[in-house]
Structure formats: C-alpha cells, structure tokens
C-alpha cells in the first residue's frame, strides 16, 4: 500500500512560532518605542485586517492553482518582507505599507495553520490536537521570544533580521532541493472561491456572525495592545517583556498538557460557558494591571490574565473546529476568516480616530478593556446545539 503523505502542520507551526518570536511578537511595543503614536499603531492593526483579507483571496486562489510549496514558501517570504521595512520606517506613509504587508503574511500563516489542522483531524479529538499545538507554538514561540527580546534590547534589529532571513533562506532550499510530499485536501480542490454573495448568504447557528465579527477586534485587543500594555508594565523593557511572557508560557504549557487530555471527555457546553466567563474577567484583569504594582500582583495578576485567555482559546478553538468538520468545512473556515478580519478593519480604524483625539499615553487604553470585557460574553451565543 501506498504510504500517504505526512501532513507537515507541526513542522510548519514551529518554524512560523519562531520566526514570530524574533520580531514579529514585539512589532506594536516596537513602533511605540520608535515613537509612533497609538493612533497610528491603531491604523496599522487596521491595516492588517485589510491585508489579511486580500490575502485570503490570493490564498484560494493559489491553493487551487499552485502546489503547497509554493503556498508555504511565500508565507515564510512575507514575513521577511515584513521585517524589511522596519529600515525605512521614516518614509511618510509606509507605517501603512507595514501593516497591509503583515495582514497578507498573517493570512498566508493563519490560514495554511488552519487548514492543515483540519485536514489532520482524524479521529475527533480536535481539543486534545488543539492542546498539543499550543503547547508547541508556546515553546517554540517562546524560544524565539527569548532571543528577540535579547537582542532587541541591545537594539540588535539587524542581527534578528539576518538570523530570520538565513532561516527562510534555508528553508526554501531545503523545499526546492527536498519539495515537501503533501498535497491539499480533495475537498479544497473543489471548493468555490468566497465571493461577497457566498458571505452575503452565510448562514450558520444564530449569532454565529456576530462571534466571528466579535473574534477579530478581541484577538487584538488580547494580543497586540495588551502587549503595549506589558511593555508599560515591564518598565519599557524588552527583556522583561520577554522574561514575564516566556515564564507564564512555561506554566502553562505545563498546565495546558492536562487539560488537553480531557477537553474532549467532559462537558463540552459548561467548561464553554465558564472559559467564556474567565475570559471577560480577564479583561477586566487587565483594567486593573499597573506598572506601579508590587512583583507579587504583577505574577499573579498575569498568570490569571494568560490563563483566562489560553484557556478560552483552547475550548473556542475546539468548538469552531468541531463546527466546520459538521459542515462544509473550508467554507466554514473562509467565511470566519472574512468576517473577523473585515470586522479588525472597521474596529480598529474607529480606534485610530477615537485615539486621536486622546492623550497620547498607554493609560488611555484600560478603557478599552472594559469594552472588551463586554464584547467577550458575545461569545456565549456561539451554541454547540
């Protein structure tokens, strides 16, 4: 019998998650640091919703006319390019360039990621596989975090520039010499591409919409502000930064190892509705987090904060892919994608215009956490039945 082709989705997350850790994790933290406002860092977070969903659309596209190599390579080559306008950020305008050019990686990374999670998913257990992956992206993300968060602080930019370029360097020719024996699913072959008809006329479970909507801005807000946050609470120190993320990750990779052993035996719907509870309060956490905390509250106050959040995304995470294996599932997976992505376009240009009119200080945002907060318990319309 034939040996069929091994699905390279952990391979492939690792590489990505350290690659991310070097610069990509610090870009928000970065551009305030250089002195970009947070309006603009607002715009750029705005500009890479647009740049994801134009990537989607390239991305189809070439998933049904290209091989997964080339699909692969040009979400490793993004990245780079990415990293090379860090050297001409003074050019008027191109803080804009930056933040479309990191939706089209980001799209190219997310949704490869997604699609070759689906496509492993054999034998239901999509909390357990879901488990094992954030724990790999964790330590992986984190060694990568480790050495970014070194040599960003001895403003080492061109070193990490030159070690992520020799990595992809090495990763390309190492596909073109040994091309990886994979090939897309059947079902993605055959799949329409997403029009705005197709999206008009999504329909799922009530309120399914309005999550994917909520999903995009609260991913963010969870990632690339809370970051700017921390950066405050670290003493605008990229090493600290680096040290509180990469030791709260420990802790929960160890943590995260049983859990995902019995996400799938238990009560699907109660552990949703409490992750969703946590969740909010997590934000509200945030509100509360402050630079002039004792070391004691600052430990305790993230891990609780990180623990709120990985813990959500985990049980999401099992329940969206559950969902899209019930129907059809790249349609499920492009529509979710759209609609998230179109929704961090609209929310964080919003953002930018309210900000503009703040003062220019990282204690303008606890704000938004409330907000946040509130949004989160939108999840709990995502029904399982």
């Excluded at 949704?111 to 257990?125: A, I, M, N, P």
């Excluded at 004792?294 to 995304?313: E, H």
Aim: proline share 3%.
């Amino acid at each position: 019998m034939k040996e069929l082709p091994r699905n390279p989705l952990f391979g492939f997350i690792a590489l990505h998650s350290f690659l991310m850790g070097l610069f990509p994790f610090f870009l928000p933290v970065y551009l305030w640091y250089t002195g970009f406002t947070l309006s603009m860092i607002s715009l750029v977070v705005a500009f890479t919703g647009l740049g994801f969903l134009v990537s989607l659309w390239g991305w189809e596209h070439a998933s049904q006319k290209r091989r997964f190599s080339t699909v692969l390579l040009a979400s490793f080559w993004l990245e780079i390019g990415v990293l090379s306008l860090i050297f001409i950020l003074d050019i008027s305008g191109i803080f804009l360039v930056l933040g479309f050019l990191q939706g089209l990686y980001n799209g190219f990374f997310w949704t490869t990621q997604r699609v070759l999670f689906v496509d492993s998913l054999k034998d239901g257990v999509s909390g357990k596989k879901f488990g094992n992956i954030q724990i790999l992206s964790f330590l992986v993300l984190k060694l990568g975090l480790f050495m970014g968060a070194f040599f960003m602080d001895q403003g080492g930019f061109l070193f990490i520039y030159l070690g992520s370029l020799l990595l992809v360097l090495a990763v390309t020719i190492y596909h073109l010499c040994h091309p990886v024996q994979y090939d897309w699913p059947a079902s993605l072959k055959t799949h329409k591409v997403t029009t705005l008809k197709s999206l008009w006329h999504f329909r799922d479970r009530p309120y399914t919409r309005l999550v994917f909507c909520i999903d995009g801005p609260l991913l963010f807000t969870e990632g690339a502000i809370w970051t700017l946050t921390l950066f405050t609470i670290s003493q605008e120190s990229f090493l600290t930064l680096g040290y509180w993320v990469i030791g709260i990750a420990l802790l929960f990779s160890l943590a995260f190892w049983f859990i995902k052993e019995s996400i799938d035996k238990v009560s699907v719907q109660k552990v949703f509705v409490v992750s969703v509870i946590i969740y909010s309060m997590g934000f509200l956490g945030r509100f509360f987090m402050e630079a002039s905390q004792t070391l004691p509250q600052t430990f305790w106050g993230l891990l609780a904060i990180g623990f709120a959040t990985s813990f959500f995304r985990l049980t999401f995470n099992k329940r969206f892919f559950d969902r899209a294996l019930e129907v059809a599932t790249h349609p499920y997976l492009f529509s979710k994608s759209y609609y998230s992505q179109f929704s961090i376009f609209i929310f964080f240009s919003l953002l930018s215009l309210y900000l503009s009119f703040r003062p220019n200080t990282i204690e303008t945002l606890p704000p938004l956490y409330i907000l946040s907060g509130i949004m989160a318990l939108g999840y709990l319309g995502y029904k399982k039945r």
